[in-house]
């Protein structure tokens, strides 16, 4: 028995002509057809002959015209479409040029500014804000000043009071711009976010400075390397939010959050921008003294501590001698702090020249380099400066050891480092290195008073990174008198691997001995003027 299907089968002509297919409609009698042919189009049909004629023209022209000429390139440009990435970001409206101001508006701005109010203070002048303080800085200075000027151990009485010749005047102004760092809701202010960059931007600087004088006193005979671990352990930014806790500073930075139960990322970055701005401050208001103090005093820094500790390395026998201030002893911060050189003193700081120069180089007297390239490199220095001293007796003897110093700036490890470990050029470029960065943002910041700290940061990085300072030292050919081992001379002269290191760590040795010997104007005057850091002078043709 056979089913019967309700289907009924295809008709098999359908297969033999897929290529003209047809289907019927129940709503339109007539089949719709899928032939795809070229389509025409044609050109809309105007009413009035007379545009037809001119538009006709107007074609022959422009295909007359040759491929150059800029009326086709200008109706190439108005057909080429616009493409714009979906993935493109629009920039914030801060970042938009603004026109500039006029020049009247300009002047008044800077002449109503306090940047500009201190002439015999320029550094600490540009570091102020940029306008004057309104309601709601003063009403945060009412509310919590107190509180850090209490806890980092100063008066209570406004700054005000001091008379006009003292820069601590301005401390209030300085301390509030310190703790108004990028995360809280007052940095929405300009004037506050950029004046606490730029504290931030010169207290990095006088950190580092501060403690590398400190370690290459206390710590004679010890190299640069493990002095920088001592310092990472003491300012390094995962090490700061202990200290500014033993402080009781962590609630003026964290007004509304508990320190302890934010994640690094949200902790960290507002301790290290706040510190650093606060000791930008106490530098510019009391100097080098109450960096010290605050340091190891109010957050209780301890560099005996085992945290504090570099790590365990193999040790070069030292058998030379060691300053006799400095032998037998570690200098505590106080006697650090409390320093100052004697009346006929040789240099400006000399206990510091005598934790970098060991004694023992007087015994290169004489030799050589003494006669033959210590010449032409005092020359080319432009040393001995001109110093009034009261009998000629020290400037002899200040001009015997600045040449011992050079010759000890010029000297590679490789020629005496195994078997006198300080006899090489580490402990003065170590020096060299941390003034010459704060004498650059001294610098940056005078210059550009309108700039915000992270501009000035790259700018600073830019003219100091440390190819330029190798070139620098080279243009003026000091690189030949740099003494190496015999079994490196030729490898460090042909190789600039090698080479380019060795003249960056002499340059900032030279540094390094200009400012113990003759402070920090003679630094400004090598950078500036002799080797030019900031290429503004015109090159020699």
Same mark, same amino acid.
């Given at each position: 028995?056979?089913?019967?299907?309700?289907?009924?089968?295809?008709?098999?002509?359908?297969?033999?002509?897929?290529?003209?297919?047809?289907?019927?409609?129940?709503?339109?009698?007539?089949?719709?057809?899928?032939?795809?042919?070229?389509?025409?189009?044609?050109?809309?049909?105007?009413?009035?002959?007379?545009?037809? &004629? !001119?538009?006709?023209?107007?074609?022959?022209?422009?295909?007359?015209?040759?491929?150059?000429?800029?009326?086709?390139?200008?109706?190439?440009?108005?057909?080429?479409?616009?493409?714009?990435?979906?993935?493109?970001?629009?920039?914030?409206?801060?970042?938009?040029?603004?026109?500039?101001?006029?020049?009247?508006?300009?002047?008044? $701005?800077?002449?109503?500014? #306090?940047?500009?109010?201190?002439?015999?203070? #320029?550094?600490?002048?540009?570091?102020?804000?940029?306008?004057? *303080?309104?309601?709601?800085?003063?009403?945060?200075?009412?509310?919590?000043?107190?509180?850090?000027?209490? !806890?980092?151990?100063?008066?209570?009485?406004?700054?005000?009071?001091?008379?006009?010749?003292?820069?601590?005047?301005?401390?209030?102004?300085?301390?509030?711009?310190?703790?108004?760092?990028?995360?809280?809701?007052?940095?929405?202010?300009?004037?506050?976010?950029?004046?606490?960059?730029?504290?931030?931007?010169?207290?990095?600087?006088?950190?580092?400075?501060?403690?590398?004088?400190?370690?290459?006193?206390?710590? %004679?005979?010890?190299?640069?390397? %493990?002095?920088?671990? $001592?310092?990472?352990?003491?300012?390094?930014? +995962?090490? *700061? =939010?202990?200290?500014?806790?033993?402080?009781?500073?962590?609630?003026?930075?964290?007004? /509304?959050?508990?320190?302890?139960?934010?994640?690094?990322?949200?902790?960290?970055?507002?301790?290290?921008?706040?510190?650093?701005?606060?000791?930008? @401050?106490?530098?510019?208001?009391?100097?080098?003294?109450?960096?010290?103090?605050?340091?190891?005093?109010?957050?209780?820094?301890?560099?005996?501590?085992?945290?504090?500790?570099?790590?365990?390395?193999?040790?070069?026998?030292?058998?030379? /001698?060691?300053?006799?201030?400095?032998?037998?002893?570690?200098?505590?911060?106080?006697?650090?702090?409390?320093?100052? =050189?004697?009346?006929? @003193?040789?240099?400006?700081?000399?206990?510091?020249?005598? &934790?970098?120069?060991? %004694?023992?180089?007087?015994?290169?007297?004489?030799?050589?380099?003494?006669?033959?390239?210590? =010449?032409?490199?005092?020359?080319?220095?432009?040393?001995?400066?001109?110093?009034?001293? $009261?009998? =000629?007796?020290?400037?002899?003897?200040?001009?015997?050891?600045?040449?011992?110093?050079?010759?000890?700036?010029?000297?590679?490890?490789?020629?005496?480092?195994?078997?006198? #470990?300080?006899?090489?050029?580490?402990?003065?470029?170590?020096?060299?290195?941390?003034?010459?960065?704060?004498?650059?943002?001294?610098?940056?910041?005078?210059?550009?008073?309108?700039?915000?700290?992270?501009?000035?940061?790259?700018?600073?990085?830019?003219?100091?990174?440390?190819?330029?300072?190798?070139?620098?030292?080279?243009?003026?050919?000091?690189?030949?008198?740099?003494?190496?081992?015999?079994?490196?001379?030729?490898?460090?002269?042909?190789?600039? +691997?090698?080479?380019?290191?060795?003249?960056? @760590?002499?340059?900032? !040795?030279?540094?390094?001995?200009?400012?113990?010997?003759?402070?920090?104007?003679?630094?400004?005057?090598?950078?500036?003027?002799?080797?030019?850091?900031?290429?503004?002078? %015109?090159?020699?043709?």
């Amino acid at each position: 028995m056979e089913l019967s299907s309700p289907l009924k089968p295809l008709n098999s002509s359908i297969f033999h002509r897929t290529h003209d297919l047809s289907f019927s409609s129940s709503f339109s009698p007539f089949p719709i057809k899928t032939h795809f042919e070229k389509l025409k189009i044609r050109k809309p049909i105007s009413l009035n002959p007379t545009i037809i &004629a !001119a538009v006709d023209s107007q074609e022959k022209r422009e295909e007359q015209l040759p491929r150059n000429s800029p009326q086709r390139l200008l109706k190439e440009l108005s057909q080429r479409k616009k493409f714009v990435s979906p993935n493109k970001r629009i920039p914030p409206k801060r970042f938009i040029l603004k026109p500039p101001l006029d020049d009247a508006k300009l002047a008044q $701005r800077f002449l109503n500014s #306090p940047q500009l109010s201190l002439k015999q203070f #320029p550094l600490l002048s540009s570091c102020l804000p940029s306008m004057r *303080l309104n309601n709601a800085d003063k009403t945060w200075i009412d509310e919590y000043l107190l509180e850090a000027k209490q !806890a980092l151990g100063y008066p209570l009485e406004p700054s005000e009071n001091y008379g006009d010749d003292n820069p601590a005047k301005q401390f209030d102004t300085l301390l509030y711009l310190a703790f108004g760092h990028p995360h809280c809701e007052r940095t929405n202010a300009r004037h506050v976010r950029s004046g606490h960059s730029r504290l931030g931007f010169l207290g990095q600087y006088v950190l580092e400075l501060a403690l590398a004088e400190f370690f290459l006193q206390r710590y %004679p005979r010890e190299s640069p390397g %493990p002095m920088r671990e $001592r310092v990472y352990a003491l300012i390094g930014k +995962r090490y *700061l =939010p202990k200290w500014v806790k033993a402080a009781s500073l962590h609630n003026l930075i964290f007004q /509304y959050d508990d320190m302890d139960k934010l994640i690094r990322k949200e902790r960290e970055p507002p301790v290290k921008s706040v510190v650093w701005a606060l000791f930008g @401050a106490i530098y510019l208001c009391f100097g080098m003294p109450e960096v010290y103090r605050v340091l190891f005093e109010v957050f209780g820094m301890d560099p005996e501590d085992e945290e504090c500790q570099p790590k365990l390395r193999r040790q070069l026998e030292d058998v030379d /001698y060691v300053s006799a201030e400095l032998e037998g002893k570690k200098l505590s911060w106080q006697e650090v702090a409390a320093y100052k =050189p004697p009346e006929d @003193a040789l240099f400006a700081h000399p206990r510091l020249f005598r &934790a970098c120069v060991p %004694p023992g180089m007087h015994r290169f007297r004489g030799n050589i380099w003494d006669y033959d390239s210590r =010449p032409q490199v005092m020359n080319t220095l432009g040393y001995p400066l001109q110093v009034n001293d $009261r009998i =000629p007796e020290i400037t002899n003897a200040r001009n015997i050891e600045l040449g011992l110093g050079l010759q000890l700036a010029f000297l590679h490890p490789s020629k005496h480092k195994f078997e006198h #470990p300080r006899f090489c050029f580490e402990r003065l470029e170590y020096v060299g290195q941390k003034i010459q960065d704060l004498v650059m943002a001294e610098r940056l910041l005078i210059k550009h008073i309108d700039a915000p700290g992270r501009w000035l940061q790259e700018k600073h990085r830019r003219l100091l990174l440390n190819k330029f300072c190798g070139k620098y030292l080279r243009e003026k050919h000091l690189h030949r008198f740099i003494i190496y081992s015999e079994e490196v001379q030729d490898s460090y002269e042909h190789n600039r +691997r090698l080479r380019n290191p060795a003249t960056t @760590a002499v340059q900032q !040795a030279i540094h390094g001995l200009s400012y113990t010997i003759y402070g920090k104007p003679d630094v400004r005057r090598l950078m500036f003027e002799l080797f030019d850091f900031e290429q503004t002078q %015109p090159k020699a043709i």
